[in-house]
């Protein structure tokens, strides 16, 4: 499997926010739905190794993302806060997360999926002038170069207008090995699994 959580259990100010029993994931695109405030989005950061559970056991890739820094590597998350950096363009953007000193070999990749996304006029842009839906396609199109094994992804569809969420749920469908996005209204059926938060004992 590539998640396992087990009584998983986070904690914010005395309130439980997040509840998983028990969960595995293996190869595939599962969806994830529910109100706000039903864990959805700190699920994505656990597994992801950056918001550390109160209890429970979290395996991904077979390791601890809280303690592998080579299982973090092979994990690409995207949130509402992108990270990119908004003084740098698009393309800038990409060389920096995708290139090494002296080479960059993902970046060709890279703008083939800033094609498919239609995002490829504003990558000479610097990132402050992109709007909320050319961020998130940017980031996608960085996350998927990237070429991580487990691709996380947060509420991707709803900045995106038709076209775009068509594209996108094309490309998810022929990328990365297993992809977990969170979802509250609707998006494309892309097959796949639901899961629905909260979940229960």
């Known amino acids: 499997m590539k998640v396992e959580v087990r009584e998983l259990k986070k904690v914010y100010g005395g309130r439980v926010v997040l509840y998983v029993p028990q969960l ?30 109160t209890s429970g056991t979290v395996r991904v890739l077979g390791g601890d993302p809280f303690k592998d ?45 800033a094609e ?13 002038t992109y709007s909320r839906g050319e961020k998130t396609k940017l980031s996608i199109a960085i996350a998927v170069a990237y070429g991580g094994e487990i691709l996380l992804l947060d509420e991707p569809f709803a900045p995106l207008d038709t076209t775009s969420r068509e594209a996108l749920s094309s490309l998810l469908k022929g990328g990365a090995s297993t992809v977990i996005i969170t979802a509250h209204g609707d998006i494309p059926d892309m097959g796949g699994r639901t899961i629905n938060f909260p979940l229960s004992a």
């Open 24 to 53: 595995s994931l293996d190869d595939g695109i599962y969806v994830i739905r529910g109100p706000n405030g039903s864990g959805k989005s700190t699920f994505l950061k656990v597994l992801a190794g950056i918001v550390r559970p």
């Open 69 to 113: 820094l080579k299982v973090r590597k092979r994990i690409s998350l995207v949130g509402h806060r992108t990270g990119l950096i908004e003084d740098l363009n698009g393309h800038e953007n990409a060389r920096l997360f995708l290139c090494g000193p002296l080479k960059c070999e993902k970046l060709s990749h890279f703008l083939n999926l």
């Open 116 to 128: 498919a996304l239609n995002i490829l006029g504003v990558l000479r842009r610097p990132v402050r």
